[in-house]
């Protein structure tokens, strides 16, 4: 897993990254300003950004906006000192998969960063019950006309998805192994035109899917 680190304090940053590497990630680079890690994520194509969000020249909003719109796009763990619902859902909106608190020990940042190289939306606790209250506000919108058809074992995974169990709770419950589960989110995904776990969970709790 090829990891970038994006934070304006180096101290803070060169441990982040001598943390990382000591776990067994390969980190590609460490920049401190917004638009140098857009440029530098554009050569080494990290697969998985670690983003504070308090940037000198750049929002890390805006940063994790710009690397959602990469092909392929890595995915993004926001890591900051703010835990403010603002600041948790505009990173949300901008594509982040995950949002941790720099209060976090070392042990709870590297399972982060684990589970969101796996697919997971991780979110420090607390967070995520913010994050699918929002979610649940914005579910009273009209539901698009056409909706994809899913497998009854896609919706099934979905379904659990919603209630925020992670890939390897689900793989245990429907007694499958963890890459199947990834297959069948991954399948999901692309019908319905998603580009990560957060946005799926979106989308099954506009269905409904986190009460069934």
Partial sequence: MRVMVVDDHPMWRD??????????YEVVATVGEG?????V?????PELVVLDLRLPDLAGVEVARGLAATQPPPRVLVL???GEQEDVLEAVKAGASGYLLKSASKEEFLDA???????DAVFTPGLAGLVLGEYRRLAARPAPEATPRLTDRET??????AKGLSYRQIAERLVLS??????????TLN??????????????????LDES
Avoid: C
């Avoid at 994520?41 to 194509?45: G, P, Q, T, W």
């Avoid at 099934?156 to 998805?161: A, D, S």
């Avoid at 963890?178 to 399948?187: A, G, K, M, Y």
């Fill in 113 to 119: 960063v684990r589970r969101t190289a796996e697919g």
């Fill in 80 to 82: 900051s000192a703010s």
């Fill in 15 to 24: 441990g982040v990254a001598r943390d990382l590497a000591e776990a067994g």
């Fill in 156 to 161: 099934e995974v979905l379904r659990l998805v």
């Fill in 35 to 39: 638009r140098q890690a857009l440029r």
């Fill in 178 to 187: 963890h890459r199947t589960v990834q297959n069948h989110v991954q399948n």
């Fill in 191 to 208: 019908k319905l035109q998603l580009h990560n776990r957060v946005e799926l969970v979106r989308y099954a709790i506009e269905q409904g």
């Fill in 41 to 45: 994520a554009a050569a080494v194509r």
